[in-house]
């Protein structure tokens, strides 16, 4: 991992930078970058299905994906915003 939560195909610090938006768009057209952002995306899931399995959620996998889909939007937000918090 990369010290964030999976966000960054590379192995440096994620940072919420316009080159973010630019991987999202380059995965498009790129099978290599696809698989390493679904990677990221994927160990983010599971991290968000263990904590709500031990949270008592009723169905965790769903909900580990609808977590990480927010947790997708909010990055894309504060990179569409120029947001460094």
Same mark, same amino acid.
């Given at each position: *991992?990369?010290?964030? +939560?999976?966000?960054?195909?590379?192995?440096? !610090?994620?940072?919420?930078? !316009?080159? $973010?938006?630019? /991987?999202? *768009? =380059?995965?498009?057209?790129?099978?290599? +970058?696809?698989?390493? &952002?679904?990677r990221?995306?994927?160990? *983010?899931?599971? &991290? %968000? &299905?263990?904590? /709500?399995?031990? +949270? #008592?959620?009723? =169905?965790p $996998?769903?909900? #580990? @994906?609808?977590? %990480?889909?927010?947790?997708?939007? /909010? /990055? +894309?937000?504060? @990179? %569409?915003?120029?947001? !460094?918090?």
């Amino acid at each position: *991992m990369n010290g964030g +939560l999976g966000w960054s195909a590379s192995s440096a !610090p994620c940072s919420s930078t !316009p080159h $973010h938006g630019v /991987l999202f *768009m =380059e995965a498009s057209h790129n099978a290599a +970058l696809r698989q390493a &952002l679904s990677r990221g995306r994927a160990a *983010m899931e599971d &991290l %968000a &299905l263990v904590a /709500l399995a031990r +949270l #008592g959620a009723r =169905e965790p $996998h769903t909900a #580990g @994906i609808a977590v %990480a889909a927010c947790f997708e939007g /909010l /990055l +894309l937000h504060r @990179i %569409a915003r120029h947001d !460094p918090n």
